[in-house]
């Protein structure tokens, strides 16, 4: 690991003597970013239901990112600065492997399908801000390095592309009824008297 990776992560972290109304917020973001992406993910669905199905779509793929990295790590198996000694762990954490972080790269794969749809760019904005301020949250409480965060945005967005195409390829291959259903706003009517 060089100097300047290792000069970040000492100045990312909180180190020995946090300052703590810093790390409440880090240890915040570092548990509950995740659920918070969640719920702005709930907001996006409610308030734009013709992107139902496509925000499902993505959930799931978050779900297929977070199992994947947490495969590549395990391969790789790069250690975690509080595994190093580097600077303490200020929430509850395994030994597993840190490269590519899990949160990172699901949280930001889903801000980047967001953001590529037109009608979701503003909780897309949203979803971003939150993964970048949850990335250096993990780094600040000690369960990362920063370039751990970097190569999750950038898996994260490797995936966005591929589950993009993805969901693209699904579109084609819907009749056209269904597509047309699929971005309807108001419900169905239920036939006569119904």
């Not at 899990?102 to 980047?112: N, P, Q, R």
């Not at 971003?128 to 993990?138: P, Q, S």
Request: charged share 10%.
């Amino acid at each position: 690991m060089n100097a300047l990776h290792l000069q970040l992560t000492q100045w990312l972290a909180a180190g020995a003597q946090p300052t703590p109304w810093l790390l409440a917020l880090a240890s915040g973001l570092a548990m509950g970013g995740g659920w918070l992406a969640a719920a702005v993910m709930g907001w996006a669905a409610w308030r734009q239901p013709g992107q139902r199905t496509h925000i499902c779509f993505m959930l799931a793929g978050a779900g297929l990112t977070a199992l994947l990295c947490h495969a590549i790590a395990a391969r790789l198996y790069l250690p975690r600065p509080f595994i190093l000694g580097l600077v303490p762990a200020y929430i509850p954490h395994g030994a597993s492997g840190a490269m590519p972080s899990t949160h990172a790269s699901a949280m930001f794969m889903v801000a980047f399908a967001f953001l590529a749809r037109p009608a979701l760019r503003g909780p897309g904005a949203a979803l971003f801000v939150l993964a970048a301020a949850t990335g250096w949250a993990r780094i600040h409480v000690g369960v990362h390095f920063p370039l751990d965060i970097a190569v999750g945005l950038m898996f994260g967005a490797f995936m966005a592309g591929v589950l993009g195409g993805a969901w693209r390829l699904v579109e084609l291959a819907m009749p056209r009824r269904l597509r047309r259903l699929g971005r309807r706003q108001r419900p169905l009517p239920l036939g006569p008297g119904g």
